[in-house]
């Protein structure tokens, strides 16, 4: 099978994220989508931040309804500071039979070449990339590599740091959020 793993720290998951990896299991050769939950960092304090089991809790809510999407809380368990590679090599270890590829935005793809072993990455798995506009056109010169397959998803401009905001803020942002996580962030009082 054929996975592709989709990471963030979904604070909180929101529409766009749900369009791109919706988009990545209906349009692409990947079978499912893994949303790999990054865990916080014990080094870093960042208040925003929610605790690793309601960010996961809000994309288990969140991709109910996705037969092809699952919530993946590998990093959870692993070394801190999380490197893509460690987390690679682990999933292979334990789910011999798949076949992983990452998924990752555009502005992303630009400061692949200082990732931890990311010639190893490259080597061994494919990296799907998704449009960006908010950082412009990216003509890395890994885009060409025969490993890297640019998908023409949608391009969703929305961002958490926006929806804590306007939660903050007092604004309804209900549309840019599934309604069991708006209500898991209105029930919980989060980002207020």
């Known amino acids: 099978m054929k996975i592709g793993l989709y990471f963030g720290t979904f604070n909180p998951i929101h529409a766009g994220h749900l369009i791109i990896a919706n988009h990545m299991a209906e349009y692409s050769d990947l079978d499912q989508i893994w949303i790999v939950v990054t865990p916080h960092n014990p080094f870093k304090k960042k208040s925003s931040l929610l605790d690793n ?17 699952s919530a993946c809380d590998i990093e959870f ?12 090599t682990y999933l ?34 494919d990296i799907y ?21 640019r998908i023409d998803a949608p391009i969703v401009e929305i961002s958490s740091t926006f929806i804590r905001k306007a939660v903050r803020d007092g604004k309804n942002c209900k549309p840019l959020l599934a309604k069991s996580v708006w209500d898991y962030i209105d029930i919980m009082n ?3």
């Open 92 to 125: 292979i270890e334990k789910h011999p039979n798949h076949n992983f590829s990452l998924i990752m935005g555009e502005d992303n793809l630009k400061g692949f070449h200082k990732w931890k072993n990311n010639d190893i990455i490259l080597e061994n798995h």
């Open 53 to 69: 089991h309601h960010r996961l809790d809000m994309v288990f809510q969140a991709i109910e309804d996705y037969d092809k999407l």
């Open 129 to 149: 990339v998704y449009p960006r506009i908010s950082e412009g056109k990216t003509e890395h010169e890994l885009i060409k590599h025969p490993k890297i397959h």
């Open 77 to 88: 368990n692993l070394p801190q500071p999380n490197y893509t590679i460690d987390t690679l």
């Open 190 to 192: 989060f980002y207020k």
